[in-house]
């Protein structure tokens, strides 16, 4: 019965979102919503994607989700972080001229889509109960919360390649970062095979994008952020 109750959940929340997201239904949307429907229309500046994003990572709407299990808590957390990254890569693609970036944002795409729909299968099993951690949930909130602290938004329109360029993987690294540490969390505690294997391939993956990401930004000459 519980089973049952979860999918009809999940069915209703995908059923109540339809379109493109917009000011007025990206409050529809939470991590039931198939992937594909969370990309925005296009904006006429960089800035509108990012608001999108953050708009999205920062949203209530899961948490109906959240139960005492950590792998359940991490997906919550982390299926709107991927598709955080999802609306940024997908509106560089507009204004970058950097084919270094493009194939970035490309490779971010087509990766955390992969992952989200994962996430969202593995959800679905209702497989993600009994390993109940204390305080496991608080702990993906602050370093959502933390992250996104560190990302800059833009005070300009942001049209031209470069300054999209420069804020797109200024903002991605930090972004990146609070899903390495979101993984490396879950690691410690984690019990669910697929979820465990998902995060070391988060960590492996972002780490090494996080590289490429500083080496394209001293190139730009741009400040490089200290995650360390």
């Known amino acids: 019965m519980k089973k049952q109750i979860f999918i009809g959940i999940l069915l209703s929340t995908i059923t109540l979102y339809a379109g493109e997201p917009t000011e007025q239904n990206l409050e529809k949307i939470t991590i039931a919503t198939p992937v594909e429907k969370i990309i925005p229309k296009s904006y006429d500046d960089f800035n509108g994607y990012e608001k999108d994003a953050m708009d999205l990572m920062m949203s209530t709407n899961s948490k109906i989700f959240l139960s005492d299990d950590a792998g359940n808590n991490f997906v919550v957390y982390m299926i709107p972080h991927h598709e955080g990254a999802i609306i940024t890569s997908t509106g560089i693609l507009k204004f970058t001229k950097d084919e270094r970036v493009k194939k970035l944002a490309e490779n971010i795409i087509q990766s955390q889509e992969k992952e989200v729909k994962l996430q969202q299968e593995i959800l679905a099993s209702n497989d993600l109960q009994g390993n109940d951690i204390k305080d496991f949930k608080d702990e993906m909130e602050k370093i959502m919360h933390h992250m996104m602290m560190e990302m800059p938004m833009a ?23 609070g899903a390495v ?20 391939d988060i960590i492996s993956s972002q780490e090494a994008q996080i590289k490429e990401m500083k080496n394209i930004l001293k190139e730009y000459k741009a400040p490089i952020p200290n995650i360390n």
Request: with cysteine; aromatic share 6%.
């Open 155 to 177: 005070s300009k329109p942001l049209t031209n390649s470069k300054d999209a360029t420069i804020a797109y993987l200024t903002n991605m690294i930090y972004h990146h970062k």
């Open 181 to 200: 540490q979101m993984a490396q969390a879950y690691l410690k505690v984690g019990k669910n095979p697929e979820l465990i294997n998902l995060c070391k």
